[in-house]
Antibody, heavy 119, light 111 residues
Framework: EVQLVESGGGLVQPGGSLRLSCAAS????????MHWVRRAPGEGLVWVSR????????NYADSVKGRFTVSRDNTKNTLYLQMNSLRAEDTAVYFC????????????WGQGTLVTVSS | QSALTQPPSASGSPGQSVTISCTGT?????????VSWYQHHPGKAPKLMIY???KRPSGVPDRFSGSKSGNTASLTVSGLQAEDEADYYC???????????FGGGTKLTVL
């Protein structure tokens, strides 16, 4: 059974940093692109970042470019999101999701971890 | 403001059909057959219901169907059931910068 479990969320002050993790199991992790998607309170889903299978290629939404860094450890089957210079508008539930081939769809998601940026 | 436009709400009675629209532009929905639909019960993991406009992943009931015309994609849920009550999001390939764009979500209520 495919499972994605996020962790690392919490309360952080504006300008602070946080690192999210996503533990994957039930599939061959290094065969899949992985993504981060977030949902701010009362708003819709927003794609945040993508990393390809071996970690050599990444993409970011304009809103987080230069502040967030996605990485993965294929030996630990774990995806990461390092978030720096956090702003109030980064407050959201962050989901990790598995990419479905080259379809630009996400076939499995975690339940998310809440990040709150507030003083 | 979301890149794709969805109605904020939709509703239907058990057994009825409901269609949710998702409007984009020729640069996203209209330009590619990479539209997906997700079902999200708050507090749970979102679930992929449709990908590549009309394909259903294994395990998704055939009551769920997708289509596209021009810059507007649609999700139709037939034979509504109580468990279909959830938020539904569309998405599309965006561009090389914003890889995937989502709609604002539609809350489906089963009356």
């Amino acid at each position: 059974e495919v499972q994605l479990v996020e962790s690392g969320g919490g309360l952080v002050q504006p300008g602070g940093s946080l690192r999210l993790s996503c533990a994957a199991s039930g599939f061959t992790f290094n065969n899949y692109w992985m993504h981060w998607v977030r949902r701010a309170p009362g708003e819709g889903l927003v794609w945040v970042s993508r990393i390809i299978t071996d970690g050599s290629g990444t993409n970011y939404a304009d809103s987080v470019k230069g502040r967030f860094t996605v990485s993965r450890d294929n030996t630990k089957n774990t995806l990461y999101l390092q978030m720096n210079s956090l702003r109030a508008e980064d407050t959201a539930v962050y989901f990790c999701a598995r990419g479905l081939g080259y379809t630009y769809a996400f076939d499995y998601w975690g339940q998310g971890t809440l990040v709150t940026v507030s003083s | 403001q979301s890149a794709l436009t969805q109605p904020p709400s939709a509703s239907g009675s058990p057994g009825q059909s409901v269609t949710i629209s998702c409007t984009g532009t020729s640069s996203d929905v209209g330009g590619y057959n990479y539209v997906s639909w997700y079902q999200h019960h708050p507090g749970k993991a979102p679930k992929l219901m449709i990908y590549e406009v009309s394909k259903r992943p294994s395990g998704v009931p055939d009551r769920f169907s997708g289509s596209k015309s021009g810059n507007t994609a649609s999700l139709t849920v037939s034979g509504l059931q109580a468990e279909d009550e959830a938020d539904y999001y569309c998405s599309s390939y965006g561009d090389s910068n914003n890889f995937v764009v989502f709609g604002g979500g539609t809350k489906l209520t089963v009356l």
